[in-house]
């Protein structure tokens, strides 16, 4: 069964950070491209990151460029989200995505929330 998992999701002050975890089972990690997403309450799904299949290659939305930043380790099936100077526009429930054997899978979501 494949399984993706989100964590680090909470609420943190504008200006903060938090690190968002997607632990990953039932397919071959290390042959996806990964990806995390987010969607905001009344707004459409945003693409918000993606990272290579080795991690060389990594791409941002405008939005978050600079200040976060998508890593993995295909030792723990693991991709990281590592968001800095969190604003109030970046509320939303973040989720990742991978597509496998021409199939796609996603979490089921974590709350980031950035409000004073």
């Known amino acids: 069964e494949v399984q993706l998992v989100e964590s680090g999701g909470g609420l943190v002050q504008p200006g903060g950070s938090l690190r968002l975890s997607c632990a990953v089972s039932?397919?071959?990690?290390?042959?996806?491209?990964m990806t995390w997403v987010r969607q905001a309450p009344g707004k459409d799904t945003e693409w918000v990151s993606t990272i290579s299949i080795h991690g060389g290659s990594t791409y941002y939305a405008d939005s978050v460029k600079g200040r976060f930043t998508i890593r993995r380790d295909n030792t723990k099936n693991i991709v990281d989200l590592q968001m800095n100077s969190l604003r109030p526009e970046d509320t939303a429930v973040y989720s990742c995505?991978?597509?496998?054997?021409?199939?796609?899978?996603w979490g089921q979501g974590t709350q980031v929330t950035v409000s004073a």
């Open positions: 039932g397919f071959s990690f290390g042959t996806s491209e």
């Open positions: 995505y991978a597509q496998a054997s021409g199939l796609d899978y």
